[in-house]
């Protein structure tokens, strides 16, 4: 079937990841960790993040986990504060920390425009949350092209399940095998897998290198500017 609508992931997918998350996320757990920067360091390296390197790991808790699942692990480092609490804290500060840093990936506003003028239906499906997702993105331009946006927190479950796929395609009338997925890290993948999606790109300007997207991906593309003229091919029947 020929592509249809396009779901992208967004750290690392439209916004450069490390760019815009490392110093959100060290200023998160210097707060978690109440000031005490040796437990934030710890927290941090546990958690994926290398401060030598500024960079997070691929399929780390950071690169792929949802802002509760990072919460319930950094309890375990500060267990007199609930979940809840952090996160809060996670949601709160990421949101309005990450609308700052926020960098985006290069030819991020003329590619979402070149690709929604074209038709194609769009979704966003993040681990971050369904606010931040908007604050992270308003700077740029884009949010008007999506006709579908969803996070962690708004109740189409987590990746890598399928669920965000699916309540793109009931939003948009797209089917699975119509739809094409972006991202940048393993989880978005096996999402894209799981919901048997016509097609499986993936995107190294996030935290995983060709040899962690190949086995997963129907192709690797070094970034979301090169994706139009792949699913032009790929709707004529002319992929490689």
């Known amino acids: 079937m020929p592509i249809r609508g396009i779901v992208f992931d967004k750290d690392g997918t439209l916004l450069d990841f490390n760019a815009t998350w490392v110093p959100v996320n060290r200023a998160i757990a210097l707060l978690a960790a109440e000031g005490d920067r040796e437990l934030a360091a710890r927290i941090l390296t546990a958690s994926g993040q290398d401060e030598a390197t500024g960079t997070v790991a691929s399929g780390s808790l950071l690169a792929a986990g949802s802002n509760h ?91 890598p399940e399928p669920g965000m796929v699916h309540g793109f395609c009931d939003s948009t009338g797209c089917r699975p095998d119509e739809v094409c997925v972006v991202g940048d890290n393993a989880h978005d993948m096996e999402m894209a897998m799981a919901a048997k999606v016509g097609l499986r790109v993936g995107v190294l300007t996030g935290t995983s290198s060709r040899h962690d997207l190949a086995p997963l991906a129907d192709h690797v593309l070094p970034s979301i500017s090169d994706l139009l003229a792949l699913i032009d091919q790929f709707n004529a029947g002319e992929m490689p």
């Open 69 to 159: 699942q990072i919460a319930a692990f950094w309890q375990t480092f500060v267990p007199h504060k609930d979940v809840q609490t952090l996160v809060r804290l996670i949601n709160g500060v990421g949101k309005s920390a990450a609308a700052f840093t926020a960098r985006p990936v290069p030819d991020l506003t003329r590619s979402i425009a070149a690709i929604a003028g074209r038709g194609f239906k769009l979704g966003l499906a993040t681990s971050d949350s369904f606010e931040s997702a908007h604050e992270t993105l308003a700077p740029f331009d884009v949010l008007h092209a999506f006709d579908f946006v969803c996070g962690y927190d708004s109740g189409f479950g987590l990746k």
